[in-house]
């Protein structure tokens, strides 16, 4: 039997493991389809609010009853909690997407942008929403993106 000591081909060159390879395509497609929801989300809020400022020029009975309904919402603390969930989530995400990046071409500072990213994601969904699924999906990447920090220069 032969004693293979020395280090892979691929290991050797710098290669990108398989491993963190898997991670970054799932990042990847996650980090798409979180912007996608983002603008969606983006759009709604702004068509909703559009709407709601026509229905406050209304006149009659209707138009009073329509901006009693228009003030009562604004009122409401969770309309300015959602925009920031949201401002902050999509920014988030974005940097998130650029960690991932970076560790993709091999540097070890896309681990760092990728956890605190992440780690003010957890804070905003606990703070919004509480603990979920999410979280515990966030936390697991960082721990196995963690794994991989040692091919990172």
Known sequence: MENNTNPTTEQASGARPTFLTVLCI??????GFAIIAYVLVITA???ISAVASNVENMSGESGQMAAA???AMSKTPSVGLTWAYV?????????GLFGVIKMWKMQKIGF?????ANVVSIIMTIVYSGFGVGIIISALFIVLYGLNLKHLK
């Not at 799932?26 to 980090?31: E, G, H, K, P």
């Not at 760092?112 to 605190?116: A, C, H, K, S, V």
């Open 87 to 95: 401002a902050i989530g999509f920014v988030t995400t974005l940097v």
């Open 26 to 31: 799932l990042s990847f497609i996650a980090a």
């Open 69 to 71: 309904m228009s003030e």
């Open 112 to 116: 760092f942008l990728y956890t605190g």
């Open 45 to 47: 809020i702004g068509a």
